[in-house]
């Protein structure tokens, strides 16, 4: 791989190369990588520049607001050239390649576009790169999806390919699958978001034909031999809706991920959302239109997959409506004018969480859908921050998870995990396992 010196820093700094050492230096995350690359960009630094023998010097002047990104932690995380060298070596000669932020010529515009500060610094990938800016349709749904929901899926992407437009995915088995495979075999540009095990992925046979014929690209913002973790699995949810240009939910239950990607797309307004009519009882397909979502048919044949390329501004007024059908803010919209972040990322440090009052502009309940955005701002207590902690909570833990997985999932102090995960405990809202540890949801 010919990286650039700058490539080179920006992957030291943010990747896992193979098993990682319990005590060694953890890579940032995208918000920590957010704030650092802002503080080289005002400093008028290049991360090449961190390469050179005078860093200590450079990185003298570095103060994180949320002092996790120590000084320490980047000078480790830079002197693991040796390890990025051989599993970079590994991953070429499975016909992996790696792209950075910095590379503006084949990183997705679209991610940079619709997640700012938040969309990933490096993407693993196999097949062909120019297949990133194919946009076209997002089909997501289920793993454990009816066999009638699977050959929907699989149309949805044969349709998608006679109409000259891609398909996104993410890769797992399911309506994910279905689509993706019905799409490569029609001829159709498809791109598969995976969370995990990509460079198994890009040896199967069940996507050779695709790479080989340059219509299929894999990539991954998650280390390539990464495995199965759920927090990435939710994760990846964005870039998804976020590389595609409209989207149909095929089957979704009422949790799990593609019950909170689908949500997610409605709040942050990426693309529109589709969801495709059932008479499964137990789907969450009606609940997903109930917050703003739109209908499109079950009949596959009489679906036209052009007409689902709307303008988000010219969905209904319900699509532009929050969670509960009221036109209200985000609780972490800011006061000033910054990118804004999912909620995940908000909750990033326990001086947020511990604050006594935070002030937030909010509409009332029973103010008018035509209200000016200029509401009166409210304060709003912290029992709030408590309440989106639940929230996530509901579905992280909807099989058995540890306070550790919570943690690092959240980017919040482990002090406060705990604290919260006690009251959950109390409300009746989560159970305690023990031998080992570990939180579950009550249904």
Not at 111 to 130: I, M, R, S, T
Request: glycine share 8%.
């Amino acid at each position: 791989m010919n990286l650039t010196a700058t490539a080179q820093a920006i992957i030291l700094l943010t990747s896992y190369f193979g098993k990682q050492d319990k005590d060694a230096a953890k890579p940032l995350t995208n918000a920590e990588w957010a704030r650092f690359a802002m503080w080289l960009r005002d400093s008028k630094l290049s991360p090449a520049d961190l390469l050179d023998n005078n860093k200590n010097e450079l990185l003298s002047q570095w103060r994180d607001p949320k002092n996790k990104v120590t000084q320490e932690r980047i000078e480790a995380l830079l002197k693991r050239g040796h390890s990025m060298a051989l599993a970079l070596e590994k991953w070429s000669r499975s016909g992996l390649w790696v792209i950075t932020r910095a590379d503006k010529d084949s990183y997705p515009k679209r991610l940079l576009h619709k997640l700012g500060n938040q969309a990933p610094p490096v993407l693993y990938g196999c097949g062909d790169k120019e297949l990133l800016k194919a946009g076209g349709v997002a089909v997501v749904g289920s793993r454990n999806a009816a066999q009638t929901d699977l050959t929907y899926a699989e149309q949805v992407g044969v349709k998608a390919a006679s109409s000259g437009l891609g398909t996104v995915s993410g890769g797992a088995r399911g309506v994910d699958e279905a689509s993706m495979l019905g799409a490569m075999n029609a001829g159709g540009a498809v791109i598969g978001v995976l969370a995990d095990s990509l460079l198994k992925a890009s040896t199967s046979a069940k996507y050779r034909s695709g790479l080989m014929n340059s219509n299929v690209v894999l990539v991954s913002p998650f280390n390539p031999e990464a495995g199965f973790n759920r927090f990435n699995a939710m994760d990846r949810n964005k870039y998804i809706y976020c590389l595609a240009d409209t989207s149909v939910v095929v089957h979704s239950g009422t949790k799990g991920g593609t019950w909170e990607g689908a949500l997610q797309n409605l709040k942050k307004g990426w693309i529109p959302t589709w969801v495709k009519q059932t008479k499964d009882p137990l789907a969450g397909n009606a609940a997903i239109v109930a917050a703003g979502a739109n209908w499109c048919s079950g009949n596959i044949a009489e679906l036209d997959v052009q007409s689902l390329l709307v303008s988000s501004t010219n969905l209904s007024a319900s699509n532009q409506n929050e969670l509960f059908g009221q036109p209200q803010a985000d609780l972490f919209s800011p006061l000033i004018d910054v990118p804004e972040v999912d909620i995940k990322q908000s909750l990033t440090s326990e001086e947020d969480s511990e604050s006594e009052l935070t002030v937030v502009k909010v509409v009332s309940e029973d103010a008018d859908s035509s209200q000016s955005p200029e509401a009166t701002p409210k304060v709003v207590s912290k029992e709030s921050f408590f309440e989106l902690f639940v929230q996530y909570l509901q579905i992280a833990a909807s099989e058995a998870v540890s306070e550790a997985e919570l943690v690092e999932s959240l980017g919040l102090h482990k002090s406060q995990v705990k604290a919260w995960l006690g009251v959950a405990v109390e409300q009746g809202l989560i159970r305690k396992q023990t031998r080992p540890v570990r939180y579950q949801w009550i249904s």
